[in-house]
């Protein structure tokens, strides 16, 4: 304009501005708003402030929104209802919900009228906090506004998140009562709700019945509905609908399919699916087709290999992956147990250049995925540091439940896995500890815990209780306790008659409500199978119960156990690291989730032509089955196992011993206090019965059983004597 000698205006200013929000310029937007507008000596009015702050909002700049939304009266702009829904919006997209629930708040303060849009960006900003956007739903007509479709697909999206799926048909079947025809955009909100209830049935009820045509979204919910179900059929007539319907198939839609029929043991039809869509194209991600391999446990190295090598020539290729990709990438890595300094180093180079971009849950899966073959040195401290600045950031009273539900489990896997590598530091811990201990006090306070019983019927002689096969309270604190579990009764759940869950809640009555708690398993930090008996930690309070979530992902909780296995292990065996993997039964071998176990050789023994060894066992990780898939892995199965030994040997094994010989002895553990508490138990009569028909192959052995017969003396597994050589034997 000064070229051509004329004067910008106000009005081309502020068409300047609007152009620039299109575009989400938004520091070319506020240099014109603050800077060349005064010079120019053209005053900002509303128009100009309310495309700033739409600029901002498109930006990602909630925090500048803000800022400028203040600074407003002194510019002798009035704030209108356009300014503070820019500014509602650009905190909802932050998911800053507290800060567009009191702009709303301020408008009539300032005497400004909120409208349809201000309450639907304040209901889109509450995400998982569905109480908050059912109670502003509520509040609309009585601002004399109506609610629309945006403002119920909205809520709806925040029952979806929050897991309330009840809610969320509830409304969708209101809708029409409130004058509201449901679109396209409630159709998929809702299923993904019912998806996340694992409510498949009712998906695929509003996928078949709604008269919308549905789209790409609509049939990838269903499908993970499906997946979720268990129902791998289903999922594969939905993707193969698709094109009829004019949707056309995705990634998403074939990950979803292949991870139910790998839900259903269906890995035949899965790796159809993947090579089907490695064919059309579909794999856009570098990470799908590792993802894939990894998810069916695929074992061909040849196309490991292949998918590996490419994944890292895209690597090298670009250095703008998403952190999604990433994070895929090293879980699948490891998972396959996929070993290639170069690829390694790849993914560390552009994850450290990505940091601050991952989520939690992704960056429990960088951490998990590299901790299996050793973290890099720099990725490891750069990884701690970020979830190290993100927790002191966290305030559980500011965070929707659904959030901090999933940034809890994130932190506890991060802990996890930077304790298996070894480099664990204290600063990530002494932070993950004060978090976790302000999540345990705030459920405590919500959840009306009173003060628990303390000194319950403890027993001082545990052999007797398990002779008499009920389970007994050994160590009883006051917000923390170890119980002796007999064999055939339960931890909590549906398999069998006698529960553990049951007989805590008798003793402790109404006054400890984690104990109905079942997303927290009902207080228990650990589980044993049902035939096997032994020590189970439990938390009274859920202070007590995170605090030992810390301590167990951090190896803080010894768990140590006696086991007789078949044949004769060699007394230089001191550890089984293998992966397992679990399917119709638990697999141990290069592939599945990093799983370690320590060993020590008791004793070799005899019984009539068959051979035995007396273990003991402290494990590193807790897989499922662990135990007894590792001793299979390395030929040397525990005895009374019919799950990881041949049918015959089985029948032989069960005049033996009735049941699987496994014995958790010795739980060790911190109390509220810090001190050290340490719980021991004999083995039961059951097992005695079948110890005593050893012979030891020579005195040593033969010491090593009549020792823990006599049930007196038990010790840490760090200080089990193992047999000291071959000669010994």
């Known amino acids: 304009m000064p070229r051509s000698r004329l004067s910008p205006t106000a009005f081309s200013c502020n068409a300047a501005l609007k152009a620039l929000q299109k575009g989400a310029q938004w520091q070319m937007a506020l240099v014109l708003l603050l800077c060349k507008m005064p010079n120019l000596r053209q005053a900002p009015d509303e128009i100009s402030f309310s495309a700033t702050i739409s600029a901002c909002e498109k930006g990602g700049q909630w925090q500048l929104a803000l800022h400028l939304l203040s600074e407003m009266p002194e510019a002798q702009a009035i704030p209108n209802t356009i300014t503070y829904n820019a500014a509602m919006s650009a905190c909802e997209k932050a998911g800053k919900w507290q800060f567009a629930l009191a702009l709303l708040d301020d408008m009539p303060e300032r005497k400004v009228r909120a409208d349809e849009i201000s309450y639907n960006a304040a209901i889109s900003a509450c995400d998982g906090e569905w109480q908050l956007a059912l109670h502003l739903l509520s509040t609309i007509p009585r601002a004399r506004l109506r609610p629309d479709v945006i403002s119920c697909s909205a809520t709806i999206s925040a029952f979806e998140k929050a897991g309330q799926w009840q809610l969320a048909l509830r409304l969708l079947s209101d809708m029409p009562l409130l004058g509201v025809v449901p679109d396209r955009i409630c159709y998929n909100a809702a299923i993904s709700a019912f998806e996340k209830g694992g409510k498949w049935q009712l998906a695929l009820g509003i996928l078949l019945l709604v008269f919308l045509e549905p789209n790409e979204i609509t049939y990838n919910a269903a ?300 207080g228990f930090l650990h589980r044993l199978d049902v035939p096997s008996s032994g020590l189970i930690l439990a938390a009274k309070t859920y202070e007590a119960y995170y605090d030992l979530q810390v301590q167990l992902s951090a190896g803080e909780i010894a768990r140590d156990y006696v086991v007789l296995c078949h044949g004769w292990v060699p007394p230089t065996r001191s550890s089984i690291d293998a992966r397992t993997r679990l399917k119709v039964k638990t697999r141990a071998g290069g592939q599945g989730k990093p799983a370690r176990t320590q060993l020590k050789v008791l004793a070799h023994a005899t019984h009539e032509a068959d051979s035995f060894s007396l273990l003991a066992i402290r494990i590193a990780t807790g897989r499922r089955h662990q135990i007894r898939s590792h001793c299979s892995h390395i030929g040397h199965p525990t005895v009374s196992d019919g799950k990881y030994t041949a049918p015959p040997t089985f029948e032989s094994d069960l005049s033996l011993c009735g049941r699987n010989f496994l014995h958790r002895y010795r739980l060790a553990f911190n109390d509220a206090t810090g001190e050290c508490r340490e719980v021991l138990a004999a083995i039961p009569e059951d097992l005695g019965e079948a110890l005593r028909q050893m012979k030891g192959k020579n005195t040593g052995s033969a010491g090593a059983v009549q020792f823990w017969l006599s049930g007196v003396g038990l010790r840490d597994w760090a200080d089990s004597e193992r047999l000291k050589n071959q000669w010994d034997c």
């Open 223 to 522: 499908i993970s509905a499906c997946e979720k179900g268990a129902h791998w059929q289903l999922a594969v007539l939905l993707l193969r609908r698709m094109p009829e319907t004019r949707a056309n198939p995705d990634e998403i839609s074939y990950k979803a399919s292949i991870s139910a029929c790998d839900r259903c043991w269906q890995e035949d039809h899965g790796l159809e699916l993947l090579w089907e869509m490695q064919e059309l194209g579909k794999a856009a991600s570098a990470s799908t087709i590792p993802w894939a391999l990894a998810r069916l446990g695929v074992s061909d190295r040849v196309a490991v290999d292949a998918a590996f090598e490419e994944a890292l020539s895209r690597l090298r290729v670009s250095s703008c992956h998403p952190p999604e990709e990433l994070a895929s990438l090293a879980w699948a890595s490891a998972v396959l147990g996929v070993k290639s300094a170069e690829f390694s180093e790849a993914l560390a180079r552009q994850a450290l250049q990505r940091m601050r971009d991952f989520s939690v849950d992704e960056l429990l899966l960088v951490a998990w995925g590299t901790a299996a073959f050793g973290l890099d040195a720099e990725l490891s401290s750069e990884l701690q540091n970020e979830v190290t600045a993100r927790l002191d950031k966290f305030d559980v009273r500011n965070c929707p439940e659904s959030v901090w539900k999933s940034f809890v489990e994130a932190t506890l896997g991060v802990v996890w896995a930077c304790n298996f590598a070894g480099v664990l530091s204290n600063l990530l811990l002494m932070s993950v500890r004060r978090v976790m201990r302000q999540i345990g006090r705030a459920l405590d306070a919500t959840k009306g815990a009173g003060t628990p019983p303390r000194g319950i019927l403890v027993q001082e002689n545990a052999w007797n209780a398990l002779s008499q096969s009920e389970p007994q309270v050994l160590l009883d604190l006051c917000d923390r306790l170890v119980v002796l579990k007999p064999p055939n009764w339960e931890v909590a759940g549906s398999t069998a008659e006698l529960q553990l869950l049951s007989y805590l809640k008798m003793l402790l009555g109404s006054s400890v409500p984690i104990l109905c708690d079942v997303e927290r398993g009902h």
